[in-house]
């Protein structure tokens, strides 16, 4: 089992930013990516951004490229989510997945049904 605990998610102006992290505990070892997800009101929850934990490659959403960036701090067990340049429209409930099913090396994990574990969610809100 793996456990996950987002937090750093709050309110902020349309242009700043946030730092999100993900703190994973149990049995991380097992852990093949982390994903971050978001979900606003009435819509499906969509990917953002993923780390491959055996090579820290990265794959994100074309709506989040080069404005958020995934990172991962291997002796803490926790994956950020630095999110600059916020547009209103990146309002959500930000969540962390992770994943013990394995595919194959280059596999991307981005679809939610490749993650078995989910945190609780942290708030993101952008006011224009």
């Known amino acids: 089992q793996v456990q996950l605990v987002e937090s750093g998610g709050g309110l902020v102006q349309a242009g700043g930013s946030l730092r999100l992290s993900c703190a994973a505990s149990?049995?991380?070892?097992?852990?093949?990516?982390t994903g971050w997800f978001r979900q606003a009101p009435g819509k499906e929850r969509e990917f953002v951004a993923t780390?491959?934990?055996?090579?820290?490659?990265?794959y994100y959403a074309d709506i989040v490229k080069g404005r958020f960036t995934i990172s991962r701090d291997n002796a803490e067990n926790t994956v950020y989510l630095q999110m600059n340049s916020l547009k209103p429209e990146d309002t959500a409930v930000y969540l962390c997945?992770?994943?013990?099913?394995?595919?194959?090396?280059?596999?991307?994990?981005?679809?939610?049904?490749?993650?078995?574990?989910w945190g609780q969610g942290t708030q993101v809100t952008v006011s224009s």
């Open positions: 997945a992770g994943t013990q099913q394995y595919y194959s090396a280059n596999h991307v994990y981005t679809n939610t049904n490749e993650y078995g574990y």
């Open positions: 149990g049995h991380t070892f097992t852990n093949y990516a």
């Open positions: 780390i491959r934990w055996s090579d820290g490659r990265t």
